[in-house]
């Protein structure tokens, strides 16, 4: 792809919730994480995500995703994995680790870049720059069902992502009615142990929304709880594990945690005394459920049918 077929122009923007749903047909302009733009002449054909969160939402709304790059383990999340191999998706270098000649060697005409998060390859966007427009995107400071339709839009695939969220919304509403929930509330932890932060999801958080929309009540950590020492996220509280006494739901999920992790948690004799301990209703949230996109808020909506379902 010839690099000065594109332009990309930096700029002032009006602020990024702004521009969605405001593209319309090609070439079109669209807005990055730090309110500058990119130009695309048309609809890409072939895209590098230099992001592996990202790479899940282009994959599912059917983007042309030629080549992503893996986790720092050299791998593809579980949750979509099986979509990417079977659409021949190459795996590039591993998060952290850009390699600018393979995206030469791959002529994509679209680039996509996270802001912030470990595999985020802003510090190379200029030279990215040089291969393809660079499209930045913050994903941790945006829902998965914007960063979707933010990606729709640079793909021109705006019909297959509010399909796709369609149905989602679909499943979600039938899943809620098919639940027997427990009494109370619910929280959501992501349980480190002693010695490490322990992160609670905020309610109106990624994680937090999903299981309210299945009807649960979430208990909202005190933002106090916030370590210093650690970026704050809209998603969750990054407390320590000091903090986890004095939650009071009747109910726990563990992100990314499964049976073996509840069980692990219950006889932690720290917190024994938990409400959720006591009345053992402890659950993983499932292996894949610490980044939530498509696919696994599809794991996790099908992990809570199968839990609470069946009535």
Known sequence: MNRRSFLTLATCAAALGSSVGAVTGWPRRLTNADGSETALPRAPARILSTSV????????????????????????????????????????????????????????????????????????????????????????AMAWENLTRRLAQATGREAEAEA?????????????A????????????????????NPIARAKGAHGRLLTGLGFDLEDPPTGWQSASMPASADVVRASYEHLTQLRAETTFLLAGT?????????????????????????????????????????????????????
């Not at 949750?79 to 021949?88: D, N, V």
């Not at 952290?96 to 998060?117: F, K």
């Not at 796709?164 to 809620?176: I, V």
Request: negative net charge; proline residues 5%; glycine residues 10%.
């Open 53 to 140: 969160t990202l790479t899940g939402s282009l994959l599912a709304i059917g983007a042309p995703v030629i080549a992503s790059a893996t986790t720092v383990r050299g791998a593809f999340f579980d949750q979509w994995q099986a979509e990417a191999r079977a659409r021949g998706v190459e795996k590039l270098w591993r998060a952290g680790s850009i390699d600018l000649e393979a995206a030469w060697a791959l002529e994509p005409d679209l680039i996509v870049v996270s802001a912030g998060g470990a595999d985020s390859a802003l510090a190379q966007r200029a030279a990215l720059a040089e291969v393809a427009p660079v499209l930045v995107l913050d994903y941790g």
């Open 259 to 311: 049976k073996a992790d509840a069980a692990r948690f219950m006889a932690d004799p720290i917190l024994a005394n938990l409400p959720s301990v006591q009345r053992g209703q402890v659950y993983g949230l499932g292996k894949n459920s610490f980044r939530i996109d498509y696919y696994s808020a599809r794991e996790v909506v099908d992990g809570i049918a199968r839990q609470f379902g069946g009535a």
């Open 178 to 197: 098919t639940l027997t929930l427990p009494d109370g509330r619910a929280n959501i932890v992501s349980y480190n142990g002693p010695g490490a932060p």
């Open 164 to 176: 796709l969220l369609t149905g989602f919304a679909e499943t979600l509403d039938a899943t809620r």
